[in-house]
């Protein structure tokens, strides 16, 4: 009864990497160390809905048909496209995003990933601003204060704080929780919140307000602050921000309060700005705290590949970049896309009603294990391996650490890797043909 | 009686544990609902478990109702997925998101009952 140890979570962006698996007769029978969100990865493959075979649909139906018909389908799609999308793939392996950008390429294709609709304004900020970050090796093993901005990892991310921030044991911070300040900004009472040493409880949309006051003190100027900002009462805008000079490291993590809420990216940037004052005065850093397992990786594979981290328009034959103008729901949205390719990723599920309107109009290739509610718009229908289970692949965590993930057991799918590149040999055929 | 609400989804650990299971009941118990604290379920004379209907300029949505204390007064939460985004805006103010939390929306009780993920998806099609 083989079981590996150290196998890393393909979920979300903590990417464990101490889990481990108990295999029997293929099949995962055990799961240790894993959170609620890693045992239904690891444990849901054998209980989800598999999509078992490739599909295609005529009359209205999703119908099953044979891999290379799947595939001529979904190259004729792509070929007969003038404005393709390609979107997601940050579910899967940094190999497999190379090949998607490959694919993209050839096609002429505008690729985005799923920091579209997450921690795209991060990456707009950083380009902006910068983002004096650190690995979370050095978070555990330093941070005595530690923010959470606009984020719930009870919920998101459950095992960050126990093993890389609040509650973690290390170097310089061998008391753990009791040796950490531990802050929570939000716009409700979150289950993370009710673990800080204090919450901040701020009006929605409001964030930029609050981090530029912060900043204002930090550099000496708290004279300008009114009585209540962001509906924070001055004391403790002043209380925190004190709390931030005196720390021998600070950490802020943020989320999708920060880059969903008003002033989006301009949050990010304010915050970078923070970060730059507080090192005036101590050490303090900031980290995305990313939710896709690997789209932390998709951004670096992108960026050295093309030079920009999403939503990257090849039409013009070579990387263009503006993601107000070429960001997947800006493209739906202004029904500009004839045709899209969407792996890893389930926009159906998790864009804004305007943009899978479009979706539902045009030609859909689907790339992923699972059915999903992208499979009830997909015309074209490819199952693939799960990527830390099936098949083994590059991962890079969310402080932009490279992980290897495992392949646990055999499977009969194809991975995403091998999928894009009988795509993008097929495309090159129909090309040559034409 | 209706309420005026500022909308925002999030993730849930629930919801997480069902992004490869979409197609399970477990995914509609998941995200199916809309969250008010109690005082606002009383203004709209609404217990758990009963539909509401909430309607922004981009949409209308039917979801189960649900109390969390920890909600101010006048925020909604219904978590990340396909009820959400039914209401969300799709509006990226130039820089790519769509705005995913901060939606003035309305909320009442309805005689509907929420709409299964195919059903919901279903609509899109024939729009």
Same mark, same amino acid.
């Given at each position: 009864m083989p079981v590996i140890k150290d196998a890393v979570c393909s979920l979300c962006g903590s990417l464990c990497d101490d889990i481990t698996v108990t295999v029997e007769d293929n099949k995962i029978t055990k799961i240790e160390n894993a959170c609620i969100l890693g045992q239904s990865k690891f444990v849901g493959m054998f209980k989800h809905d598999r999509i078992e075979t490739p599909m295609i649909r005529k009359d209205g139906e999703l119908v099953p048909v044979p891999y290379e018909e799947a595939i001529e389908a979904a190259a004729k799609i792509l070929v007969n496209s003038r404005r393709t999308l390609s979107y997601g793939w940050c579910s899967t392996s940094c190999e497999a995003v190379s090949g998607a950008i490959q694919l993209a390429e050839e096609t002429g294709s505008v690729i985005d990933s799923t920091a579209n609709v997450c921690h795209g304004p991060t990456a707009l900020a950083a380009q902006e601003k910068g983002a004096p970050s650190a690995t979370l090796g050095e978070i555990k093993n330093r941070a005595d204060v530690i923010i959470f901005w606009g984020c719930n990892p009870v919920h998101a991310h459950p095992r960050h704080m126990v093993r890389y921030s609040s509650f973690s044991k290390g170097l310089f911070t061998e008391k753990g929780r009791k040796g950490r300040k531990m802050i929570v900004v939000d716009v409700r009472k979150t289950d993370t919140a009710k673990l800080a040493d204090s919450y901040i409880e701020i009006e929605q949309g409001s964030d930029l307000l609050l981090v530029t006051a912060l900043r204002s003190i930090v550099n000496?100027? $708290?004279?300008? *602050?009114?009585? =209540?900002?962001?509906?924070?009462?001055?004391?403790?805008?002043? $209380?925190?921000?004190? =709390?931030? @000079?005196?720390?021998?490291?600070?950490?802020?993590?943020?989320?999708? &309060?920060?880059?969903?809420?008003?002033?989006?990216? @301009?949050?990010?940037?304010?915050?970078?700005?923070? *970060?730059?004052?507080?090192?005036?005065? =101590? @050490?303090?850093?900031? *980290?995305?705290?990313? &939710?896709?397992?690997?789209?932390?990786?998709?951004?670096q594979v992108a960026t050295w590949e093309t030079g920009f981290p999403m939503a990257i328009d090849f039409s013009k034959g070579y990387p263009y970049y503006n993601p107000g103008e070429t960001g997947a729901n800006d493209l739906l949205v202004r029904g500009e896309p004839d045709a899209a390719i969407i792996a890893a990723a389930d926009p159906g599920a998790h864009f804004p009603q305007k943009a899978i309107r479009h979706l539902a109009k045009i030609p859909v290739i689907q790339i992923d294990p699972y059915a999903n509610p992208t499979t009830e718009i997909a015309d074209v229908v490819i199952p693939s391996a799960i990527v830390g289970i099936e098949a083994e692949g590059t991962a890079y965590r969310m402080d932009a650490i490279s992980l290897r993930m495992k392949k646990l057991i055999e499977s009969k799918f194809k991975t995403d890797e091998e999928i894009v590149k009988d795509l993008t040999a097929k495309v090159r055929e129909l090309k040559r043909g034409a | 009686m209706k309420i005026k609400a500022n909308l925002i989804s999030g993730r849930t650990a629930d919801q997480g544990a069902h992004l490869e299971a979409k197609t399970h009941k477990g995914y509609f118990d998941a995200c199916a609902y809309c969250e008010l604290n109690s005082a606002d379920l009383e203004r709209l004379g609404a217990s758990e478990g009963d539909s509401l209907k909430v309607?922004?300029?981009f949409g209308e949505v039917v979801v189960f109702a649900k109390a969390n204390e920890g909600n101010p007064e006048g925020l909604a939460f219904i978590p990340m997925g396909p009820w959400a985004n039914a209401v969300l805006s799709p509006d990226t103010h130039g820089c790519g998101m769509p705005g995913f939390k901060g939606v003035p929306a309305e909320i009442e009780v309805t005689d509907e009952k929420p709409l299964e993920m195919k059903a919901l998806m279903r609509k899109y099609l024939e729009d």
């Amino acid at each position: 009864m083989p079981v590996i140890k150290d196998a890393v979570c393909s979920l979300c962006g903590s990417l464990c990497d101490d889990i481990t698996v108990t295999v029997e007769d293929n099949k995962i029978t055990k799961i240790e160390n894993a959170c609620i969100l890693g045992q239904s990865k690891f444990v849901g493959m054998f209980k989800h809905d598999r999509i078992e075979t490739p599909m295609i649909r005529k009359d209205g139906e999703l119908v099953p048909v044979p891999y290379e018909e799947a595939i001529e389908a979904a190259a004729k799609i792509l070929v007969n496209s003038r404005r393709t999308l390609s979107y997601g793939w940050c579910s899967t392996s940094c190999e497999a995003v190379s090949g998607a950008i490959q694919l993209a390429e050839e096609t002429g294709s505008v690729i985005d990933s799923t920091a579209n609709v997450c921690h795209g304004p991060t990456a707009l900020a950083a380009q902006e601003k910068g983002a004096p970050s650190a690995t979370l090796g050095e978070i555990k093993n330093r941070a005595d204060v530690i923010i959470f901005w606009g984020c719930n990892p009870v919920h998101a991310h459950p095992r960050h704080m126990v093993r890389y921030s609040s509650f973690s044991k290390g170097l310089f911070t061998e008391k753990g929780r009791k040796g950490r300040k531990m802050i929570v900004v939000d716009v409700r009472k979150t289950d993370t919140a009710k673990l800080a040493d204090s919450y901040i409880e701020i009006e929605q949309g409001s964030d930029l307000l609050l981090v530029t006051a912060l900043r204002s003190i930090v550099n000496g100027h $708290e004279d300008v *602050i009114p009585e =209540t900002i962001a509906g924070v009462p001055k004391a403790e805008v002043l $209380e925190l921000a004190e =709390t931030l @000079k005196n720390a021998k490291f600070v950490c802020i993590f943020f989320g999708m &309060g920060v880059t969903q809420s008003r002033s989006k990216y @301009k949050n990010g940037d304010a915050m970078s700005s923070l *970060i730059s004052d507080l090192n005036q005065h =101590t @050490k303090a850093v900031m *980290i995305g705290m990313r &939710g896709h397992y690997n789209v932390t990786g998709f951004g670096q594979v992108a960026t050295w590949e093309t030079g920009f981290p999403m939503a990257i328009d090849f039409s013009k034959g070579y990387p263009y970049y503006n993601p107000g103008e070429t960001g997947a729901n800006d493209l739906l949205v202004r029904g500009e896309p004839d045709a899209a390719i969407i792996a890893a990723a389930d926009p159906g599920a998790h864009f804004p009603q305007k943009a899978i309107r479009h979706l539902a109009k045009i030609p859909v290739i689907q790339i992923d294990p699972y059915a999903n509610p992208t499979t009830e718009i997909a015309d074209v229908v490819i199952p693939s391996a799960i990527v830390g289970i099936e098949a083994e692949g590059t991962a890079y965590r969310m402080d932009a650490i490279s992980l290897r993930m495992k392949k646990l057991i055999e499977s009969k799918f194809k991975t995403d890797e091998e999928i894009v590149k009988d795509l993008t040999a097929k495309v090159r055929e129909l090309k040559r043909g034409a | 009686m209706k309420i005026k609400a500022n909308l925002i989804s999030g993730r849930t650990a629930d919801q997480g544990a069902h992004l490869e299971a979409k197609t399970h009941k477990g995914y509609f118990d998941a995200c199916a609902y809309c969250e008010l604290n109690s005082a606002d379920l009383e203004r709209l004379g609404a217990s758990e478990g009963d539909s509401l209907k909430v309607t922004t300029e981009f949409g209308e949505v039917v979801v189960f109702a649900k109390a969390n204390e920890g909600n101010p007064e006048g925020l909604a939460f219904i978590p990340m997925g396909p009820w959400a985004n039914a209401v969300l805006s799709p509006d990226t103010h130039g820089c790519g998101m769509p705005g995913f939390k901060g939606v003035p929306a309305e909320i009442e009780v309805t005689d509907e009952k929420p709409l299964e993920m195919k059903a919901l998806m279903r609509k899109y099609l024939e729009d």
